[in-house]
């Protein structure tokens, strides 16, 4: 049974996520605050599977949250629940280290599948580093690009400037983008392939994922050679120099 640590500090919304998500089969847990959160993930060492986190609370906000718990080495993939979707906001909450987010109001159904799709990429990543060893249908453990060494079974990117944490979501992006080089993607194809989603889904959230893969992947993230936009359709990943 997957652990849930939902931090929202608007009582009915926060008792109906709980709710929700118990009948889903869920082991759930409410905290109102940022503070509370980083007690029970930083402090108390407890286990949660996913961080479903609000933007808005008092005190520190989802951000910092976040921030902080990337800052700790702590990579439990986090859901951010936010009333803003301006893209600068969905760009910033992926800075902060979110690994998808959803904007207020949704449909449940549309948080299940967030939340059973991040669900499904940490099974893969535990399933993977236990068998100590890739499928051979997917791509080897590590890949070289540019310089840099991405390891798929660690989510560590090393690069001349020192070893990036790779989100769950920053990884399966990257391996995706790996396994079609050369072809031409849509972003409404990563919406379906990576995330697993089907709805209508606005697509500026995978841009601000290529800017943050360009800065890891990239000698000039403003004139990229290896992760190109094509004008109009999304994106094409170029491995050679």
């Not at 987010?101 to 549309?110: C, G, S, W």
């Not at 249908?137 to 660690?154: K, M």
């Not at 943050?212 to 109009?232: F, N, Q, S």
């Amino acid at each position: 049974m997957a652990a849930i640590l939902v931090v929202e500090d608007e009582e009915h919304l926060a008792d109906g996520l709980k709710f929700n998500l118990l009948a889903e089969g869920y082991d759930v847990e409410v905290v109102g605050d940022g503070e509370a959160a980083l007690e029970l993930l930083l402090e108390k060492k407890r286990h949660f599977d996913i961080v479903v986190l609000d933007v808005m609370l008092p005190g520190l906000d989802g951000f910092d949250v976040a921030v902080e718990l990337r800052r700790a080495e702590q990579f439990i993939p986090i859901l951010m629940l936010t009333a803003r979707g301006r893209p600068q906001d969905v760009l910033k909450g992926f800075g902060a280290g979110a690994d998808d987010y959803l904007p207020k109001p949704f449909e449940l159904a549309i948080l299940l599948a967030r939340i059973n799709g991040l669900l499904r990429r940490g099974e893969w990543q535990r399933q993977t580093v236990a068998a100590g060893k890739a499928a051979e249908d997917e791509l080897p453990a590590t890949f070289e690009i540019n310089g840099r060494t991405i390891n798929f079974r660690t989510l560590e990117l090393s690069a001349p400037a020192g070893t990036i944490h790779l989100t769950l979501m920053e990884a399966n992006l990257l391996r995706y983008l790996i396994q079609h080089a050369g072809e031409i993607i849509s972003r409404k194809a990563l919406l379906e392939d990576v995330w697993g989603l089907h709805e209508d889904t606005d697509t500026r959230a995978i841009d601000n994922f290529i800017v943050r893969l360009r800065r890891y992947i990239e000698d000039e993230p403003a004139a990229p050679k290896h992760l190109l936009t094509v004008r109009g359709i999304g994106y094409r990943f170029m491995p050679g120099s």
